[in-house]
């Protein structure tokens, strides 16, 4: 964590912005107000809002969110430069940026001489006039303004001399930051670097505002971009939250705020809140109604999650030979997967989640990981069914209670047309045993896996009352081409609730409804025993 001497770097959020430019992501006015609360409690210094006068939706959250106040982030506008030939006062769009009331304000005008020419259609005179007027408007109005120079990079590639004068200009004018932007996300890491250090020195003792970046990601060098530019002296690094933005994204502050802070010692958050980036990071992809990326670096499901044997066995000696920064230093989690590339470190530290503990050397261990490696051969893939996986660890260890047997099962399914749509109609009829007492039920479902769930479940029902809160929340079901020999079975996992937790269960067979029947069956245990443990905690406390 950084130290209180070290330096500052200030991280400016442009999810509501520029990663609502996103493909598939539409915020609601609702949606933005919970994302910038969420960003404020995370410690982000400036978070921008939208571009108030481009569309209603962020005309109102600007005033929305004045009701219900940040604690501790600028909340900034965002707008273009005025139009060519136009008074800056007589501009509706900075009428409408300063509508907003907010402290500061983020302008981008035009540094990269083709888009003066061709995207603007005006001179480069004109243009220079434009970042001035804005600028000076806006600090004459009482604003505080970063300056973003879109196509910063590319501009200064193309006319250097320009480039700096577009810089020259809106410093010039008052702006306090001049950030560079690679809009295009085409710019590699050593030239970022170069273009930095030569417009640093470029602007020499004149230098009164200071440097940020904004990186897209177009490269997928947009996090290597940004910590170029950060050790070349740039104090702000813009980006969003899960890399959102146009195209193939910004730079994602869930990668770069780590490296910044962890890494290279600077001082971006309050050094109690990077804690809380896996979290927000989750929470934003689920209001941005995106899944979350479980590989993303650092804040991932998978970023900390070891799969391999050799992997588990020196992470369980020391996490520092396969883990690069501490999970819980940004609020994630170690993980052990368990698969056929599991060894018997897997299968205990595994356990140990369950609360089991086992001794490396204890032959259990070794059939354990014999029985799974021998089922991942037919198909099973435990990785994704925690659930069974314990229920096979208890099994083997005798610690599985047999709590019904099953007599047989028939599943009867017609398919009816109703109008337009062709309907299934199943019937399930179960015998099982409890105690030595028979039960046959049946019941209907509208498909025959939830009749034969139905079914069983009023069967047992009468012993273990708990049932009635169970249920089917997830079905999933996949063909594996062949694993014994030449025949085809089908995987099917099964998510279960009981209004409070979920979990997974797995079965496969050749036959649906046999695999489907293993996975309702090790839901509903699995279920059962999570139920007893809670009973025997409370007695216990
Ligand atoms: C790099 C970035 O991400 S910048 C942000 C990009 N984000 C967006 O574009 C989302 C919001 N945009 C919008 O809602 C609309 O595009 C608006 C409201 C801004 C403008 O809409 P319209 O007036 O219909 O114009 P349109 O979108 O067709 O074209 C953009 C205009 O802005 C002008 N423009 C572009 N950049 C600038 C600039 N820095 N300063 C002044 N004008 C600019 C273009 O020359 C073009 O002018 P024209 O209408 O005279 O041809
Ligand atoms: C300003 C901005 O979003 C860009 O240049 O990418």
């Known amino acids: 964590m950084a130290a209180d001497s070290s330096p500052r770097v200030w991280l400016y959020d442009t999810t509501l912005r520029d990663g609502a430019q996103r493909e598939g992501i539409a915020f609601s006015i609702e949606d933005k107000i919970e994302i ?27 005033w929305q969110l004045r009701e219900e106040p940040l604690q501790q982030a600028e909340i900034v506008a965002f707008c273009s430069t005025r139009r060519p030939h136009k008074v800056a006062a007589d501009d509706p769009m900075l009428q409408a940026i300063l509508a907003a009331g907010t402290r500061w304000v983020t302008l981008f005008g035009k540094t990269w001489d083709l888009h003066v ?4 259609k005006t001179t480069l005179d004109e243009n220079l006039a434009m970042i001035r007027d804005s600028i000076q408007y806006l600090r004459s109005q009482g604003r505080h303004v970063l300056y973003d120079a879109e196509h910063g990079f590319d501009g200064y590639k193309a006319n250097p001399e320009y480039a700096l004068q ?12 001049l950030v560079l932007c690679d809009t295009n996300g085409g710019t590699l890491p050593q030239d970022i670097a170069r273009i930095v250090r030569e ?3 470029e602007l020499g003792r004149d230098l009164t505002a200071q440097i940020g970046i904004h990186a897209h990601n177009d490269s997928g060098t947009a996090v290597a971009n940004s910590l170029a530019a950060v050790l070349e002296g740039a104090a702000m690094v813009q980006g969003t939250i899960n890399g959102y ?3 193939c994204g910004n730079v994602d502050l869930c990668s770069v705020l780590p490296n910044l802070q ?7 958050l309050p050094s109690d809140r990077l804690a809380l980036l896996s979290t927000t990071s989750r929470a934003i992809a689920e209001i941005a109604n995106l899944a979350p990326d479980d590989h993303a670096p650092f804040v991932g499901q998978s970023a900390f999650a070891h799969k391999g044997g050799i992997h588990v066995s020196a992470v369980e000696r ?3 030979t396969y883990e690069h920064v501490p999970p819980e230093a940004i609020g994630n989690q170690r993980r052990i997967v368990i698969s056929e590339q599991a060894g018997i470190s897997n299968i205990v530290a595994k356990a140990r989640s369950f609360g089991i503990q086992l001794d490396k050397k204890d032959p259990a261990c070794r059939e354990i990981l014999q029985t799974l490696k021998d089922l991942e051969h037919r198909g099973y893939q435990f990785e994704v069914a925690d659930a069974s996986f314990e229920l096979l660890v208890r099994a083997a260890l005798e610690r599985r209670p047999e709590r019904f047997q099953l007599m047989g099962f028939q599943v009867h399914c017609d398919m009816l047309r109703d ?5 299934s109609d199943a019937i399930a009829t179960i015998k099982v045993a409890v105690d030595g007492e028979h039960i046959l039920e049946s019941a209907e479902g509208n498909g025959p896996v939830s009749a034969l769930d139905e079914a069983l479940r009023k069967a047992l029902v009468k012993f273990y009352p708990e049932i009635a809160s169970f249920h089917l929340t997830d079905y999933k079901v996949r063909i594996l081409d062949s694993t014994v020999g030449t025949e085809a079975v089908t995987r099917v996992l099964v998510e279960s609730s009981d209004g409070a937790r979920r979990w997974t269960t797995i079965g496969v067979s050749p036959n649906i409804l046999s695999a489907s029947y293993q996975a309702v069956v090790d839901g509903i245990e699995y279920g059962l025993l999570l139920q007893s443990s809670a009973r025997s905690a409370a007695s216990v406390g």
């Open 36 to 62: 910038a609360h969420k960003l404020d409690a995370l410690g982000i210094p400036f978070i921008e809002g939208g571009w108030p006068g481009a569309n209603p939706k962020d005309v109102q959250f600007f």
């Open 318 to 320: 020391n996490p520092l």
């Open 245 to 247: 933005g146009e195209r």
């Open 166 to 177: 577009t810089l020259r200009a809106a410093q010039d004018a008052g702006a306090d930051w």
């Open 117 to 120: 020419t061709e995207g603007l």
């Open 419 to 423: 109008e337009k749509t062709l309907l």
């Open 262 to 268: 962890i890494k290279l010692g600077y001082d971006c």
């Open 199 to 201: 417009i640093v020195a």
